[in-house]
């Protein structure tokens, strides 16, 4: 018998998450489709900052970083983004996972060693996470998905509509600089800000805004979260 994927979960589990509950039946019913099954462990941030965190997480074939920020240790997430990141663990961050991904990689490695997050640290002179001039909380946008890219490998169209849930986005101002800087911009919205966010050069990593696992399903699961798992085998 075909073991099952390990999906190690960063993230604070409740289960008055809509996102939360959705997260594991995307994962479940994604695995499925690829014939395989997906045992889906949620990793409380604060159990990350001690120092078995990377012995923890080094036990899971694949790390996502779940909505429902702020994470009850911002340090536990980060050390888990950037252990996924420097160990070529496929990685999917969604929403709050997006975020903290973004501040990961501009600390880690274009040097922003004061890079924040406004809800958290709202006076921070660096705030490469800020409020969304208006919440996408509740909405659906359509997001263009950029040419060449993973993400559009993976849907196979050049834009798609996804729900949202965020008040927090990666801020204007740090957009072309982390794009520069490796992390490729690799979905927009209307206005050209990032939603989709991959490092080409790593088995899977990729970032979104938006949360698919809202809109997956058994019948079609979403191709962003399938992809994530064909990498994980």
């Given at each position: 018998m075909t073991a099952a994927l390990r999906v190690g979960v960063i993230g604070d589990y409740n289960v008055g998450y809509p996102s939360h509950l959705a997260t594991n039946e995307a994962l479940g019913h994604a695995a499925k489709s690829?014939?395989?099954?997906?045992?889906c462990v949620w990793l409380p941030t604060e159990s990350l900052t001690g120092e078995d965190g990377k012995a923890v997480l080094a036990r899971y074939d694949a790390l996502f970083c779940a909505p429902g920020s702020p994470y009850a240790s911002m340090g536990g997430a980060l050390r888990a983004i950037r252990y996924a990141r420097e160990h070529d663990r496929p990685f999917l961050g969604i929403c709050g996972g997006f975020q903290h991904a973004m501040i990961e990689y501009a600390?880690?490695?274009?040097?922003?060693?004061?890079a924040e997050h406004e809800e958290t640290a709202p006076g921070a002179g660096e705030l490469v996470i800020s409020k969304l001039v208006c919440s996408l909380a509740g909405q659906q946008h359509t997001v263009y998905v950029t040419p060449g890219s993973r993400a559009r490998a993976a849907y196979g169209r050049d834009e798609t509509i996804e729900a949202f849930r965020c008040n927090y986005g990666l801020n204007p101002a740090y957009q072309q600089r982390l794009h520069a800087g490796g992390?490729?911009?690799?979905?927009?919205?209307?206005?050209?800000?990032?939603?989709?966010?991959?490092?080409?050069?790593?088995?899977?990593?990729?970032?979104?805004?938006?949360?698919?696992?809202?809109?997956?399903?058994?019948?079609?699961?979403?191709p962003l979260i399938?992809?994530?798992?064909?990498?994980?085998?």
């Open positions: 690829l014939g395989r099954e997906c045992e600390r880690n490695v274009l040097g922003v060693a004061d992390l490729r911009v690799s979905g927009v919205d209307e206005n050209g800000e990032a939603r989709i966010v991959e490092l080409p050069d790593h088995r899977f990593y990729m970032a979104t805004l938006f949360v698919p696992q809202l809109t997956s399903s058994a019948e079609s699961p979403h399938a992809a994530y798992l064909r990498a994980a085998m």
